[in-house]
T-cell receptor
Framework: SQQGEEDPQALSIQEGENATMNCSYKTSINNLQWYRQNSGRGLVHLILIRSNEREKHSGRLRVTLDTSKKSSSLLITASRAADTASYFC??????????FGKGTKLSVKP | GAVVSQHPSWVICKSGTSVKIECRSLDFQATTMFWYRQFPKQSLMLMAT?????????EQGVEKDKFLINHASLTLSTLTVTSAHPEDSSFYICSASWEGQGGTDTQYFGPGTRLTVL
């Protein structure tokens, strides 16, 4: 497995605004996952997008994947204070360990 | 579904003692479990990968004699920090996955255990 690089490292927005986080990776993948970690807590799996998919939705989350550019984005619409967390992208090929990058620290102000 | 629990959620111990952390998959059989460590304001670092019934595979730089991992059943893995020292203070997180996920890497994470060594 390889490490994804999230951008920006930190993002601060007002409640109700949309938040967009980007992820880049280096080698070909079978899928890419996004995880969320609230401060001092475990990780929560948000969404998995396969290499043959370009876009996927889950509630207020929208994930895109561009394999030609080796990049992905996570959009959170109508953000809430509870969305404040660190978000990690994890590119994958097959069963195995996951490698986490530094993540994007999102702060949503009420 | 796919719930992973950890126990304890936090522990404070004296230097030199050993601490055992349990990781359980509550509603599925985990063929593989992973142990991560996270220092404050840093990302997760994989410590080891364990498959049920076999020895754990440790990442480079992780002392296997200090961090004992046992994966005795398909629903339980334990991490024992032996002779703990203050530098072992960290947030330890386990995750679990199973075969038959269609070649995905999806791991389900426990809530973590915060270890403080005095």
């Amino acid at each position: 497995s390889q490490q994804g690089e999230e951008d920006p490292q930190a993002l601060s927005i007002q409640e109700g605004e949309n938040a967009t986080m980007n992820c880049s990776y280096k080698t070909s993948i079978n899928n890419l996952q996004w995880y969320r970690q609230n401060s001092g807590r475990g990780l929560v799996h948000l969404i998995l997008i396969r290499s043959n998919e370009r876009e996927k939705h889950s509630g207020r989350l929208r994930v895109t994947l561009d394999t030609s550019k080796k990049s992905s984005s996570l959009l959170i619409t109508a953000s809430r204070a509870a969305d404040t967390a660190s978000y990690f992208c994890v590119p994958g090929r097959s069963q195995g360990n996951l490698i986490f990058g530094k993540g994007t620290k999102l702060s949503v102000k009420p | 579904g796919a719930v992973v629990s950890q126990h304890p959620s936090w522990v404070i111990c004296k230097s030199g003692t050993s601490v055992k952390i349990e990781c359980r998959s509550l509603d599925f059989q985990a063929t593989t479990m992973f142990w991560y460590r996270q220092f404050p304001k840093q990302s997760l670092m994989l410590m080891a990968t364990s498959n049920e019934g076999s020895k754990a595979t440790y990442e480079q730089g992780v002392e296997k004699d200090k961090f004992l991992i046992n994966h005795a059943s398909l629903t339980l893995s334990t991490l024992t920090v032996t002779s703990a020292h203050p530098e072992d203070s960290s947030f330890y997180i386990c995750s679990a996955s199973w075969e038959g996920q269609g070649g995905t890497d999806t791991q389900y994470f426990g809530p973590g255990t915060r270890l403080t060594v005095l």
